[in-house]
Each structure stands twice: as structure tokens, then as C-alpha cells.
């Protein structure tokens, strides 16, 4: 069994999530051979055959291009699997490459199963199991659901090409928003999530910060809302947190906002609603209306 | 200019769900649909477009599925489409994104739409590939993860949201299509007039069989809660109970409380 790994480069850097991949094919008994658009100076730490596109002429950010280095590697290598990350860069080409070759493509596969693959569902509250119909099959993984594994040596490179433009034009990156509040050095996090219901219930979360000394953070639909500024924002797209304690109030727990708070020392979760994905990671979770429980919270606390 | 809306029906995410008879997706009994999160944000900002552009482009809001969705075709209309497509499928749930995309493509093609807007993502399958197969069938530049977009002469240019909050901007001619992310705008809420207008506006139906004719590329074969490994502790009952042992819990495992 074969598997193609596509690897990512951002910025002119290897990005070290990419070692996952092999992870997951280590998981399948896969060989595995690499593709990369990037730079020589940027080679991961692997033996095998590494494809390697410059990103100089094909861009970081042209997916269309991409797609052609990937099917042509598909052709020399004749693979069982094409593997993404289930990030920004493999979501946006997976299905392109998927499309391309006329085959499956499964989104964000957690684990592999004895007659399949396990996917999320249902913003992670479910689990699914598919299969897919022909081969190659093109897939991309859920970040951090398989190991990162560095299998060292040295990669014996081989130039791949394609022909023509891409249908994108990459105008440049924008670094993040500033961060406002520094989450990082907080002992205490309280984090309100869309469970709070509006606006004006902020403050009742900011109380209970205060009253165990902390600070406060978000989930994403607070921030998108205007309820507080981005920089309160935790997750994979605002800032990554590790206090003593984190208070999520009215978070469902989406992967995206636990990859920013799960290496939190002690976590309580808040929510109505008993299976929120929340209640994994939780070293408490207390079944309850938000509005009700804080404030009454808060004000045991002053006593 | 002609706009293309797709958008999907989807459960509310706080509901409790349960494998349906196939046991491999769940049941809609005693289920309400909303309009996928995503797909909102593709709705404003395609109205959004039509108001700067004084109202001039045709916005067409499709949606595939069974009846229910009509439901939210209206709420797209009373946001401020013009018209709607239903393309009536009552087993759309079992279709694999490859087959919805291929049926979508088939209404598409010789429309000429100059812009689709499509959800990054729904949030019950979160397969992320309806879009952009769309594109790739259509042979249209697709953008996906929008929070930022511009229109400009046969041009549109994208803001498109990376890991860690970096952004990575591009721009692509028409037509083209673009998958929203969270963020991208604030959806309205359709008023009430709104609402009174779009029970005039045309929703066409067309059966799924006329448009679709692929073989499913993926077969679902199970529909389950994810194994529990939390091991934490579930606080159930009343509030001053739940904060009082909560209190105590604290005390004894952070340090933090005195
Ligand atoms: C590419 C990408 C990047 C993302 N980046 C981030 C990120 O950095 N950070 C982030 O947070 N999200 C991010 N998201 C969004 C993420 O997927 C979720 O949509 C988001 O985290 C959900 O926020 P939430 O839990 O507050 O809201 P919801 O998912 O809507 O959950 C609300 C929760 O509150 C509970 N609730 C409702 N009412 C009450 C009540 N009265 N009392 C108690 N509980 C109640 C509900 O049971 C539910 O569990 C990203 C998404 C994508 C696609």
C-alpha cells in the first residue's frame, strides 16, 4: 500500500503539523513518498522520495498549480492514498485534487476504522463512518488526531513540474489582528462562548473573572458578534492558552476553539446541554443554564 | 451580473441526535432546521453586493433537498435574493458531496453566473468540498474561507483566514466562486415586510433526477457518538448544589481557591 503525503510550507517554512501525515500512514502500514511546494533549504526530516515543487515559481497560496503538481505526482507514483492536513491549505485543494482524479475524498478522518474511516460530525458532537468507492482515495486528517512522526534521514529530492498559470493571483499575507490582552500569562481564564446568549451577558462573565482573579476570553461566534474585542479571542485562529484554570461558559467545544484552551491545567465547562463536545476535555462539567450558574458562582465566591 | 447562492439546511447543533432506521445518519424526528452557519454569511454577502451595486444583479438562492428546505430558500429570499431553486432530493442526506456538487454544476451551467457563493462548510457533514467541486466542475478560480471579499472590474479580491489568524490575500477574475467562513460579515435578520415581499418571489422546483446522474464516490456505514474518554466529573442538579461542590472541587484540585 502507497500512500502520497502532502506536506505544507508557509511563509518559506516547513510546517512541522505536516509530520502527522506520517503518523497516519505509519497507522495504515502505508509507504509513503512526500510532496512539497516549497524550498531546499526547507526539506523535512524523512527519507524516501520527497517531490519537491519550488514554491518561488508556484506560489504558496496557488492552488490550482497544486493541483497539477499533485495529480502529476500521482501519476509517477501511482499511490493508494493522497494526504492532506485538514487545514486551510488541504480543505482548499483536497476536493480540487479529489475532482481532478474523479475519486473520494473524506474530510478530516479521525481514526481509521477495520472497513473504512471514522470522520466528525454534527460540529463534533457525532461520529461517522464512511467508505470510499475506488482508489486512489483522497484524504485529509483532523490536526493532531494522528501522532507527529519524524521519521529522520535525508530525502532524496526529485523536481516536479506543471505547466501553465493558476486560475489565483496571491496579492500577500496579513499577520493576525494584535492581541489586546495577553491570554498567555493569565492564571485564570473565564471564556465565554455563544451560550451566553447576548451582549450585555458579557459582564456577568467578566464578574466571575474577576472574582477568581483572571482574565476573559471568547469563542469565535462572541468575537464575530462584536460582543468583546478579538483579541479575547481563544482557538485556532485567535490565541493559544494554557492557565492553571479555564471557566468555558456556553462553549460547545468545537476542535477549533479546544486546540487553543485543552492544555489548560484544570478545565470546567458550563453548558446546558450534557453531550457538548466540551464535556471531553472537562475536568468538570456542570450541567446548567450559564445565566443562572455564574452569577450565583460569583457571588458565593465574594462571600 | 448574475449571482448564485447555495445554501443547506442543517439541525440545530444543540440538539440531541439520534442514528435514523439506515443507522448511518441521524434521525430528523423532533429535529428544527436553521440555515447552515456558513451558508448565512454567503446569503449577506452576495445582498450585500447587490446593494452596492444599486441592485442591479440577479440573486438566485438554490438549495437541494427535501421539502423542508423551502424554509430556508424564504428566509434567503426575505434576506434579500430574488428568486429561489429547490432542487427536490427527500434523500439528499445519503448524497456524498461529489453527487451535490455535480447536481448544483448541472442547474449552474449555461446560467452564467458571474459570482457563487457557497458555506465554507456545513455543520452537520463538515466535508468542506461542495464548493469547491463546484468550481472545479464549473471550471471557475474558487477561493474558499472568505472573511474578506471586494468586487472590482472582473475581478474579485479575497481575504482568506490561514491558521494562527494570518490571512493570505487573492484576487480572482469572474466568474468565480467563493466558500464563506465565520466572520466574513454580520447576517441581518430579515424584517418583517421582507418577509411579506419574498411570499411573492418565485421558487422554482426541479427533481434531483433531472439534474444528477453520478454514482456516489464514498458509501456512509455508521452513525454513533464519539467513544467517552472524559473522564471528568458531571455536576447535575441545582444551581446552589452545583456551586457549592463546585467550590469544594476547586479547592482541593487547583490551589487557586482558599
Ligand atoms: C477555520 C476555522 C477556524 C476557527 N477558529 C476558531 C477559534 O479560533 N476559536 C473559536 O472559538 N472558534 C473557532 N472556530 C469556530 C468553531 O468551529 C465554533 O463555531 C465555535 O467555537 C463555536 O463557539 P461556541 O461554542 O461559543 O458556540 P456554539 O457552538 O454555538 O455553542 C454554544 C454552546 O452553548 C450552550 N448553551 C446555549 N445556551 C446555553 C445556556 N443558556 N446555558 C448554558 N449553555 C448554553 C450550547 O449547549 C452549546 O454547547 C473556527 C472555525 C473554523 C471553520
Not at chain 1, 492514498?81 to 474523479?102: C, F
Not at chain 1, 465565554?192 to 451582549?199: L, P, V
Not at chain 2, 466562486?177 to 411579506?196: A, D, F, H, S
Not at chain 2, 464514498?218 to 466529573?233: C, L, N
Amino acid at each position: 500500500m502507497k500512500a502520497l503525503l502532502i506536506a505544507e510550507c508557509r511563509d518559506g517554512k516547513f510546517l512541522d503539523y505536516s509530520y502527522e501525515l506520517f503518523g497516519f500512514a505509519a497507522q495504515l502500514g502505508a509507504d509513503t513518498t512526500m510532496l512539497l511546494v516549497g524550498k531546499e533549504g526547507e526539506l523535512p526530516e524523512c527519507g524516501g522520495t520527497v517531490y519537491l515543487a519550488d514554491a518561488g515559481r508556484y506560489g504558496e497560496q496557488n492552488p490550482d498549480l497544486h493541483k497539477r503538481l499533485v495529480l502529476a505526482a500521482v501519476e509517477r507514483e501511482r499511490p493508494d492514498y493522497v494526504v492532506l492536513m485538514h487545514s486551510s491549505y488541504g480543505w482548499d485543494l483536497a476536493p480540487r485534487v479529489a475532482a481532478g482524479l474523479k475519486v473520494a475524498q473524506l474530510s478530516e478522518v479521525v481514526s481509521v476504522a477495520d472497513d473504512g474511516f471514522e470522520l466528525p460530525c454534527c460540529s463534533q458532537k457525532m461520529r461517522r463512518k464512511a467508505k470510499p468507492v475506488g482508489s486512489p482515495v483522497v484524504l485529509t486528517l483532523q490536526l493532531g488526531a494522528f501522532p507527529a512522526v519524524k521519521p529522520g534521514g535525508v530525502p532524496a529530492l526529485q523536481r516536479i513540474d506543471a505547466e501553465g498559470e493558476g486560475k489565483l493571483e496571491f496579492l500577500g499575507y496579513e499577520p493576525p489582528p494584535p492581541k489586546g490582552v495577553d491570554l498567555g500569562r493569565a492564571e485564570v481564564i473565564v471564556s465565554a462562548g455563544r451560550g451566553i446568549g447576548k451582549k450585555e451577558n458579557i459582564e456577568a462573565i467578566a464578574a466571575l473573572a474577576r472574582a477568581l482573579g483572571g482574565e476573559v476570553g471568547a469563542s469565535r461566534p462572541v468575537v464575530d458578534s462584536g460582543w468583546i474585542e478579538a483579541g479575547h479571542q481563544v482557538g485556532t485562529t485567535g490565541q493559544t492558552v494554557s492557565p492553571k484554570l479555564y471557566v468555558a461558559c456556553g462553549i460547545s467545544g468545537a476542535i477549533q476553539h479546544l486546540a487553543g484552551m485543552k492544555k489548560s491545567g484544570f478545565i470546567v465547562a458550563v453548558n446546558k446541554d450534557k453531550e457538548a463536545p466540551i464535556g471531553e476535555v472537562a475536568d468538570v462539567l456542570v450541567v446548567a443554564d450559564v445565566m443562572q450558574f455564574v452569577p450565583a458562582l460569583t457571588a458565593k465566591l465574594a462571600k | 451580473m448574475k449571482i448564485l447562492v447555495c445554501i443547506k439546511q442543517v439541525p440545530d447543533m444543540e440538539s440531541r441526535f439520534r442514528p435514523d432506521a439506515s443507522g448511518v445518519w441521524y434521525s430528523e424526528i423532533d429535529m428544527a432546521f436553521r440555515v447552515n452557519e456558513y451558508d448565512e454569511f454567503a446569503i449577506e454577502e452576495a445582498v450585500r453586493l447587490k446593494e452596492k451595486l444599486g441592485g442591479e444583479p440577479e440573486l438566485t438562492v438554490l438549495s437541494l433537498g427535501p421539502d423542508r428546505v423551502v424554509e430556508g430558500i424564504k428566509k434567503a429570499l426575505a434576506m434579500g435574493c430574488d428568486r429561489g431553486i429547490h432542487v427536490q432530493d427527500s434523500s439528499s442526506h445519503l448524497k456524498d458531496p461529489w453527487q451535490v456538487a455535480s447536481a448544483i454544476a448541472a442547474c449552474a451551467r449555461g446560467e452564467n453566473y458571474d459570482l457563487i457563493f457557497t458555506g465554507l462548510q456545513s455543520q452537520d457533514r463538515g466535508s468542506a468540498q461542495v464548493g469547491v467541486m463546484l468550481a472545479e466542475l464549473l471550471d471557475y478560480p474558487c477561493a474558499t474561507t472568505a472573511i474578506g471579499f471586494e468586487c472590482g472590474q472582473g475581478t474579485v479580491t479575497v481575504k482568506r483566514e490561514l491558521e494562527g489568524g494570518l490571512r493570505a490575500v487573492v484576487r480572482l477574475k469572474t466568474p468565480a466562486l467563493v466558500t464563506c467562513q465565520l466572520g466574513l460579515n454580520q447576517p441581518r435578520y430579515p424584517t418583517l415586510p421582507n418577509i411579506m415581499k419574498a411570499k411573492k418571489k418565485e421558487i422554482r422546483a426541479v427533481p434531483v433526477s433531472e439534474m444528477l446522474h453520478e454514482e456516489p464516490r464514498t458509501v456512509m456505514a455508521g452513525f454513533y457518538s464519539p467513544p467517552k474518554k472524559g473522564s471528568g466529573i458531571v455536576l447535575e442538579g441545582d444551581v446552589p448544589d452545583q456551586v457549592d461542590k463546585l467550590i469544594g472541587i476547586l479547592k482541593d484540585k487547583t490551589g487557586l481557591l482558599r
